[in-house]
């Protein structure tokens, strides 16, 4: 019988308890086993398993688990959850975090099996496979209706350059097709040593015989792929869904597929699932599968297996290869990190939603005693992962987020100096992209005063928390006054302002926290009145 790992506590052996409350491939199970008890509880209501998550050090899930706050609450012993798959949008990372619980994912286990379900899909649909099996086994004769199209010197238009879409590209050039990308986060460089050509999406959506989507989604991809786009499009192009479900509108992907305007699509995920309700469902030039990207044994046993061997590393006091919410840092600064770590992230998120195009260069520098810190490292991945989380399809943490960058064509430089601007500490970040630049600095006085002190050159001084508008506008009377009133009308609440500039009447920037989300509209307004130049709403 194997010893079980567990703590050690007055002569007894304390023995750690896992549960997987979804189905897990049986390797990753029996590696837990050898250590540890595992209990395999899979269809638990929430309620089932908030009475269950008391008496277990760790849970793994799939996608079939939503561990939400209550259940994370409830966890009086929990030390780790694992998600067997890429996605977290399952687990409660702030409650985790708050509870200081390390969340790990296996991001790479299954690239190969959404990689080749794309490729069947693209293939299934130039060829009509499905349709053509669907209508022998009827006992039907009829070659003619299914003629299709090759692959070969087609243009396949790649909206998403992170693993899978990388080797897809591959693949595709294999095939002799032309491969064209787009990714706000590969420089043209980056993507030309792939062989992709990168362009904006208006471009690749009016070039492409073939386009897959291999994003997030966030609200900046929700309907990513719409009715304009599709207007511009090739007629008879085929579109490829395997990544999730809303980055194409499914109503004016319908409606091309009615019209003509789109020959084919192929889905394996949709906006609401199961999507029996879809009209997709019923046109023969449509070819879905109930969301199987990930679904190979070999993918289900990386997965599982690379998310079995981080929750044992944790229970052995070791930092979680895939961690999403925790920073890797010695024993001997977890009192000194936290709060420039925290500062980075807000100011690499501040950033991210402030400028515009394909991010190029991001440098950073430490200035003050910050120069002869030796944890920097540390702050700069907490840099990363604000900046590049919220906007790329695989999850960006403090353990990948330099080499995210990195595969992406990114240039991070980091300095130190011994100026300090009158900070005892200093951090500024310079983002450049292929249009524009911004920079933010920023400070820690205490663990309880963290402030961001510049924004492109305008002094401030800037809780870095909550929901604010930053505008660029002319500093003369009633400018201001414009703004406040549109918020006002739509019945957004003003928590705070601050106003920066460099000499009276020229241009200044203004720093307005809400109490709520603004939505576009409401922004497009704002940018619209005379004397604004620009203005963002950005979420910290």
């Known amino acids: 019988m194997n010893t079980c790992r567990g703590v050690y506590i007055l002569g007894f052996t304390l023995q750690f308890k896992v549960l997987v409350s979804d189905a897990l491939a049986e390797e990753g199970i029996e590696i837990l086993r050898e250590t540890c008890d595992v209990d395999v509880r899979t269809d638990l209501t929430e309620e089932q398993l908030v009475e269950a998550i008391k008496d277990y050090d760790a849970i793994l899930v799939r996608s079939g688990t939503q561990v939400t706050a209550e259940v994370i609450d409830a966890g009086e012993k929990l030390k780790?959850?694992?998600?067997?798959?890429?996605?977290?949008d399952n687990i409660d990372l702030d409650a985790a975090t708050r509870r200081g619980i390390p969340v790990a994912n296996a991001p790479s286990g299954n690239t190969l099996a959404a990689t080749e379900h794309t490729i069947a899909m693209m293939f299934s649909l130039s060829r009509?496979?499905?349709?053509?099996?669907?209508?022998?086994?009827?006992?039907?004769?009829?070659?003619?209706?299914?003629?299709?199209?090759?692959?070969?010197?087609?243009?396949?238009?790649?909206?998403?350059?992170?693993?899978?879409?990388?080797?897809?590209?591959?693949?595709?050039?294999?095939?002799?097709m032309k491969t064209v990308g787009f990714d706000p986060f590969v420089t043209k460089e980056h993507a030309a040593q792939i062989?992709?050509?990168?362009?904006?999406?208006?471009?690749?959506?009016?070039?492409?015989?073939?386009?897959?989507?291999?994003?997030?989604?966030?609200?900046?991809t929700t309907h990513l792929i719409n009715a304009e786009r599709i207007?511009?499009?090739?007629?008879?192009?085929?579109?490829?869904?395997?990544?999730?479900?809303?980055?194409?509108?499914?109503?004016?992907?319908?409606?091309?597929l009615v019209s003509g305007k789109i020959a084919g699509a192929a889905l394996d995920v949709f906006e609401n699932e199961p999507p029996f309700e879809s009209p997709l469902l019923a046109l023969d030039n449509v070819i879905v599968t109930p969301h199987l990207g990930a679904s190979t044994v070999e993918a289900q046993k990386n997965v599982a297996t690379?998310?079995?061997?981080?929750?044992?590393?944790?229970?052995?006091?070791?930092?979680?290869?895939?961690?999403?919410?925790?920073?890797?840092?010695?024993?001997?600064?977890?009192?000194?990190?936290?709060?420039?770590?925290?500062?980075?992230?807000?100011?690499?998120?501040?950033?991210?939603?402030?400028?515009?195009?394909?991010?190029?260069?991001i440098e950073i520098t430490y200035g003050g005693e910050l120069s002869e810190n030796r944890t920097n490292r540390f702050i700069t991945r907490s840099i990363l992962k604000g900046l590049l989380d919220p906007i790329l399809r695989e999850p960006v943490n403090f353990v990948n987020a330099e080499y995210v960058a990195k595969e992406r064509g990114i240039q991070v430089a980091e300095t130190v100096t011994k100026a300090d601007a009158g900070f005892k500490n200093l951090i500024?970040?310079?983002?450049?992209t292929d249009t524009m630049e911004e920079t933010v600095s920023g400070t820690v006085f205490s663990k309880d005063r963290i402030r961001i002190v510049s924004i492109g050159?305008?002094?401030?001084?800037?809780?870095?928390?909550?929901?604010?508008?930053?505008?660029?506008?002319?500093?003369?009377?009633?400018?201001?006054?414009?703004?406040s009133t549109i918020l006002g009308e739509a019945g957004?609440?003003?928590?705070?302002?601050?106003?920066?500039?460099?000499?009276?009447?020229?241009?200044?920037?203004?720093?307005?926290?809400?109490d709520a989300d603004v939505p576009a509209p409401v922004m497009e307004e704002i940018r619209a009145k005379v004397g604004i130049f620009s203005a963002k709403f950005a979420t910290l």
């Open 195 to 220: 062989g992709v050509e990168l362009m904006g999406i208006d471009d690749l959506v009016k070039v492409a015989d073939f386009i897959t989507v291999h994003t997030p989604l966030t609200p900046e």
């Open 80 to 88: 780790f959850i694992g998600r067997a798959g890429a996605g977290v």
């Open 428 to 432: 500024t970040l310079k983002v450049t």
């Open 457 to 483: 050159g305008y002094t401030m001084d800037m809780v870095p928390e909550g929901s604010v508008i930053i505008s660029r506008h002319l500093d003369k009377p009633g400018v201001i006054g414009r703004a």
């Open 128 to 176: 009509n496979i499905p349709q053509a099996t669907a209508s022998l086994k009827k006992k039907e004769w009829k070659r003619s209706k299914f003629m299709g199209v090759e692959l070969n010197e087609k243009t396949l238009g790649i909206v998403g350059l992170g693993r899978i879409g990388r080797e897809i590209a591959k693949r595709a050039q294999a095939m002799e």
């Open 492 to 514: 957004i609440n003003i928590a705070g302002m601050q106003v920066g500039r460099v000499k009276p009447g020229e241009e200044a920037i203004m720093v307005l926290n809400v």
């Open 306 to 361: 690379s998310v079995a061997k981080q929750c044992l590393a944790v229970f052995d006091g070791e930092p979680a290869k895939y961690a999403v919410n925790v920073p890797m840092v010695p024993p001997d600064r977890q009192e000194q990190v936290p709060p420039f770590a925290f500062l980075g992230e807000k100011m690499g998120k501040l950033v991210g939603q402030l400028v515009d195009g394909r991010v190029e260069k």
């Open 231 to 256: 207007a511009t499009m090739k007629d008879g192009v085929r579109l490829i869904n395997c990544a999730r479900g809303g980055i194409i509108d499914e109503q004016a992907m319908y409606d091309g």
